[in-house]
């Protein structure tokens, strides 16, 4: 449960109780549960309508935010998973295969942080390893062969920092990720549903059209990291999470992505189908635009995209 | 004494910076085998330790001239970019982070650029300065490897990449970490126009900088003991909860892993990357300087000689700086060898 969440959940289970009490069938009841619900119904949009940045970092890490599996599940038909690199093994905190998308085949690819602690253990929290981005490049280059679409979900706290992804060269596999991307002769979309960590997002965040989730985060290092490297005290995450710039409208703002998709009233994770119709609809209209144009023509637009982040000031 | 068994890890971070104990400055300690060098012998020794072989930390400057033939290239000027971004301020605000490293420095920002020749080759080195907020690559630095690629392909030139770099500068968020994609898009400009790219991974390559432009050379070279890796030492030891090798992240260790081509010391890197320049370049000849089809133009505004000139410039016709910098040099390095028999305490020399 989210703290600044708690009043509203609080007032939604009076409104249980009221309810299961109700078959008393009092009218009084029955007026009493309306006027609570309305109360909660604006407590939320009051709540949601203006999150702090150290906020949206609890609403984009939530535990019922809709993850790779749930879009996977509601957005792609005939999801069909590839496994491994090819090089040392297979790595579960990416997943990615072919699928159907709006009736188009795809390859789709994202990190899957897990719903429960035995989930969450299998796809090691979503954090990758370098096989998982090199999986993702052997995936993105069999998208080319095969002249169809790459759409990555990401979702990630970052790249696993462990000794065997050291060993393997987590480095290298995050930088040749992102020079496959870059020069790929195939659209790819990306939308940043939860947590866009640090380079393990942009392995596979390098794309034609970047969409964040409003309550997504972007960010070079998470604001308990930067706080304790800047203000010496992960206590100052709160005041890292500001200056970092890292909620969706900040990007937009900084010419870093290209679209925010809103989320359901009380965020993704109060009506996960809803939020995952608003991000398909959206990679939807990203790769219709992106369809008239030639693999050479992607590329070079792809190539200047990037070039230009930085150049201009807000 | 093998320089790699006396290679001692704590120290690794604390490069110079020891001066305070030692008499008179005129000495220092090395961090690696604590064994006294004395300044005139780090100097000419390029702050490689004479006794165990430890490279320490050099300035920005020397390392871009000791990577040119005789030291010599221009400076290739910086496009500016807007400044804090996000108007950044932790304890300290990033606008007087940033006056503080300038003042420090005298430089804009942590990338320096350079067009000269390694092995008669043209090459542009792109080298960061660590001196300069750790050397964290911001939206200045990924505009300075852009422009060092774009330099590299209008002067047909190869480019080498220098980092020694804390990563991404976090003061400008999600701006710096969309650095990593722009310097491969830049590093992308040279391998399509067909020219070399090389890495030469200096102490210490981490993060954002590791995880980008570093690690999609051609060639990846590496100087002894240079730490390199992705995530912090710490970091992973807290996450895994395990003791890391002692070897861990080095340059002999990423050797070891497949993820550098070679480890060279400091003294053999203009000859080496020279050398590999010439190889590379061979099927370019049209484009090197004794190219025979040489397109008009872009080689002649070039502030260099043509390559045949400037050997006969070197072998026969010595310029008087260069006689006058050689000859200081020799001065010295004669003066310095007899000068350290009788002053480096025999005790340390003894032990190495
Ligand atoms: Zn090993
Ligand atoms: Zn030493």
Request: aromatic share 6%; with cysteine.
């Amino acid at each position: 449960m989210l703290d600044f969440e708690k009043p509203i959940l609080e007032l939604e289970s009076k409104i249980r109780e009221l309810r299961n009490a109700s078959s008393d069938d009092t009218l009084n009841i029955a007026e009493e549960i309306s006027r609570m619900e309305i109360k909660a119904q604006r407590l939320i949009q009051h709540t949601y309508s203006k999150l702090t940045p150290a906020q949206k970092v609890k609403v984009a890490r939530h535990k019922d935010r809709p993850h790779f599996h749930d879009y996977i599940k509601n957005m792609i038909e005939d999801f069909t998973p590839l496994a491994g690199d090819r090089l040392f093994g297979e790595d579960l905190a990416l997943i990615g295969g072919l699928g159907r998308f709006n009736g188009q085949s795809v390859v789709v690819m994202g990190q899957e942080k897990g719903a429960d602690t035995e989930s969450r253990l299998k796809h090691n929290f979503g954090m990758a390893r370098p096989e998982g981005y090199r999986k993702a490049q052997r995936l993105m280059k069999m998208a080319e062969q095969f002249k169809i679409p790459v759409i990555t979900l990401v979702d990630t706290a970052g790249a696993y920092p462990g000794l065997g992804a050291e060993e393997r060269g987590q480095s290298e596999a995050i930088a040749k990720s992102i020079e496959v991307s870059l020069n790929l002769k195939t659209p790819i979309v990306s939308a940043i549903i939860g947590e866009g960590g640090s380079g393990g997002a942009i392995a596979i965040a390098t794309a034609d059209r970047i969409i964040m989730l409003a309550h997504s985060i972007y960010s070079v290092i998470s604001p308990e990291g930067c706080a304790s490297i800047l203000w010496r005290s992960a206590d100052y995450a709160k005041d890292a999470a500001g200056a970092l710039k890292l909620t969706a409208e900040d990007m937009l703002k900084n010419g870093l992505i290209d679209s925010i998709v809103k989320e359901p009233l009380g965020g993704a994770h109060r009506q996960k189908e809803k939020a995952i119709r608003r991000v398909q609809a959206k990679i939807s209209d990203s790769l219709q635009e992106l369809s008239s144009l030639s693999p050479d023509q992607l590329v070079e637009a792809r190539h200047a995209k990037f070039l230009q982040m930085g150049r201009k000031a807000a | 004494m093998n320089w790699l068994s006396s290679y001692i890890r704590p120290k690794i971070r604390s490069i110079v910076g020891e001066q305070k104990d030692v008499p008179d400055n005129l000495w220092q300690k090395c961090p690696a085998c604590e064994g006294m060098i004395f300044h005139r012998e780090m100097t000419d020794n390029d702050a490689v330790c004479h006794h165990c072989g430890h490279h320490m930390k050099i300035t920005v400057q020397k390392r871009i001239e000791l990577l040119f033939d005789q030291g010599e290239y221009s400076r290739i000027k910086l496009p500016n970019v807007p400044e804090d971004p996000l108007k950044f301020k932790d304890k300290k605000k990033y606008v007087d982070r940033l006056k503080d490293s300038r003042a420090k420095t005298k430089e804009k920002d942590a990338l320096i650029v350079g067009l000269g020749r390694i092995g008669g080759q043209k090459a542009v080195v792109a080298a960061f300065n660590f001196s300069f907020m750790g050397g964290s690559m911001g939206a200045a630095v990924g505009e300075g490897l852009v422009t060092a690629a774009q330099t590299a392909v209008k002067e047909k030139a190869a480019l080498i990449v220098v980092p020694s770099s804390g990563g991404a500068r976090m003061q400008e968020g999600a701006i710096s970490l969309m650095q990593m994609p722009r310097s491969i898009v830049g590093v992308t400009m040279v391998k399509n126009a067909g020219f070399p790219y090389i890495v030469l991974l200096t102490h210490p390559t981490t993060g954002g900088v590791s995880a980008s432009f570093a690690m999609v050379g051609d060639i990846h070279i590496s100087e002894p003991g240079a730490m390199i890796g992705f995530a912090g030492k710490r970091v992973i030891e807290e996450t895994i909860r395990e003791k890391l090798p002692d070897d861990f992240q080095t340059a002999e260790y990423l050797l070891e892993h497949g993820m550098v081509d070679m480890v060279v010391s400091r003294d053999q890197l203009n000859t080496k990357i020279g050398k590999i320049l010439t190889l590379l370049m061979e099927t370019k000849k049209d484009y090197t300087p004794e190219g025979k089809n040489e397109p008009n133009g872009s080689s002649e505004q070039t502030p260099f000689p043509d390559n045949k000139d400037r050997k006969e410039k070197t072998k026969g016709n010595v310029t008087s700086l260069d006689k006058a910098r050689n000859k200081k040099k020799k001065a010295k390095k004669r003066h310095q060898s007899k000068k350290n028999k009788s002053q480096t305490p025999s005790q340390k020399t003894a032990t190495h």
